[in-house]
Nanobody, 121 residues
């Protein structure tokens, strides 16, 4: 199977920046679309950024012009660069990937366990 592991979260001041990473591990797999979601206490999980295999991206208005998603297909890794962070960005951030297991000819949606981002002075 495939596992996603996020890293890079932590405490940052308003206006600061963080770079999140999500690395996929396993064997005999390929990844198509990848995305970042976040979930704050009392809120539903929301899409933060999405990227296709070929690099097409989209963002909600809440993070547009501040967040950038990118990927390194050779490393099976997706990144989220977060700039101009606001307190309302505080949430658990979760990586999501659309994975194809070649040996089993099966498609899976895989989630990471999350990394916490806290924006506070």
């Amino acid at each position: 199977q495939v596992q996603l592991v996020e890293s890079g979260g932590g405490l940052v001041q308003p206006g600061g920046s963080l770079r999140l990473s999500c690395a996929a591990s396993g064997s005999s797999f390929s990844i198509s679309d990848m995305a970042w979601y976040r979930q704050a206490p009392g809120k539903e999980r929301e899409l933060v950024a999405h990227i296709t295999r070929v690099g097409t991206t989209n963002y909600p208005d809440s993070v547009k012009e501040r967040f950038t998603i990118s990927r390194d297909n050779a490393k099976n890794t997706v990144y989220l660069q977060m700039n101009s962070l606001k307190p309302e960005d505080t949430a658990g951030y979760y990586c999501n990937a659309d994975v194809f297991l070649s040996r089993f000819a099966r498609r899976l949606e895989v989630w990471g366990q999350g990394t916490l981002v806290t924006v506070s002075s």
